[in-house]
C-alpha cells in the first residue's frame, strides 16, 4: 500500500499520527520517502507515522 503525506498536511513538528485505512483511501495520500518522516504498520489498516531519528 502507497502512503501519500505531504509535509504541508501533516502537523508540525510530526510527532506520530495515526491514519486509517479509510482516511488513506479518502485522501489519496502519498509519502516522500526521502522526507524527515518515517512510516510504520503497527495495526492493520493503520499507520504510524514519526519523525526519523538522525539524518
Not at 501519500?4 to 485505512?21: D, G, R, Y
Not at 485522501?27 to 516522500?32: F, H, P, Q, R, T
Amino acid at each position: 500500500m502507497l502512503i501519500n503525506v505531504s509535509a504541508k498536511e501533516l502537523p508540525s513538528p510530526v510527532n506520530e499520527v495515526s491514519i486509517t485505512t479509510q482516511q488513506l483511501l479518502i485522501e489519496d495520500w502519498s509519502i516522500d520517502l526521502d522526507a524527515p518522516w518515517g512510516v510504520s504498520f503497527i495495526s492493520e489498516g493503520v499507520a504510524l507515522i514519526t519523525e526519523k531519528k538522525g539524518n
